[in-house]
T-cell receptor
């Protein structure tokens, strides 16, 4: 099934704190996962990706964790900044060429 | 980095009219492009895969006669919303694959409002 939401969960974080955004994916056959950031009125922007043969990947200030056992993905943002305020989507690919399914987004609000 | 543009960024039209949205890859070629629709506070839903030189592939539930897709060249795909109605009002986003595995570059989106 598709993990498409009808509402948008919100996470409020104090500036400078770490943020953790969670995502439950639906397809156990998915082998590639991506986190996107979408600012208001704009298209999604790539943040970080991870393949299913990994359980952790780090980027600049961001870390993605993958738990295939429970089909859970998380995005950790260190030292959250006001510019991180946006909606974050996880996306999964189950093998179709470049074809990804977007999960329910989470709105991150950074409190100055 | 690779850039995908969309035109127009916003369009308001009357019910019953048709609207064309363009998606261009500015500095790279794309034999495939993807069209998504996003309703307020919801996720992106893939509508169709646009293929240069052949017919588009539509996702289940998407009316191909309603949403006409033409991939005219290696840098341009167009989505035409025919006989638009208020329920077609949405944010339409296109993307084009990059060279890396599963890399996609998204356009800035087009806000369609049908009165």
């Amino acid at each position: 099934g598709e993990s498409v939401g009808l509402h948008l969960p919100t996470l409020s974080v104090q500036e400078g704190d770490n943020s953790i955004i969670n995502c439950a994916y639906s397809n156990s056959a998915s082998d590639y996962f991506i986190w996107y950031k979408q600012e208001s009125g704009k298209g999604p922007q790539f943040i970080i990706d991870i393949r299913s043969n990994m359980d952790k990947r780090q980027g600049q200030r961001v870390t993605v964790l993958l738990n295939k056992t429970v089909k859970h993905l998380s995005l950790q943002i260190a030292a959250t900044q006001p510019g991180d305020s946006a909606v974050y989507f996880c996306a999964e690919n189950a093998g179709g060429y470049q074809k990804v399914t977007f999960g329910t987004g989470t709105k991150l609000q950074v409190i100055p | 980095g690779a850039v995908v543009s969309q035109h127009p960024s916003r369009v308001i039209c009357k019910s019953g009219t048709s609207v064309k949205i363009e998606c261009r890859s500015l500095d790279f070629q794309a034999t495939t492009m993807f069209w998504y629709r996003q309703f307020p506070k919801q996720s992106l839903m893939l509508m169709a895969t646009s293929n240069e030189g052949s017919k588009a592939t539509y996702e289940q539930g998407v009316e191909k006669d309603k949403f006409l897709i033409n991939h005219a060249s290696l840098t341009l795909s167009t989505l035409t919303v025919t006989s638009a109605h208020p329920e077609d009002s949405s944010f339409y986003i296109c993307s084009a694959p990059g060279l890396r595995y599963n890399e996609q570059f998204f356009g800035p989106g087009t806000r369609l409002t049908v009165l």
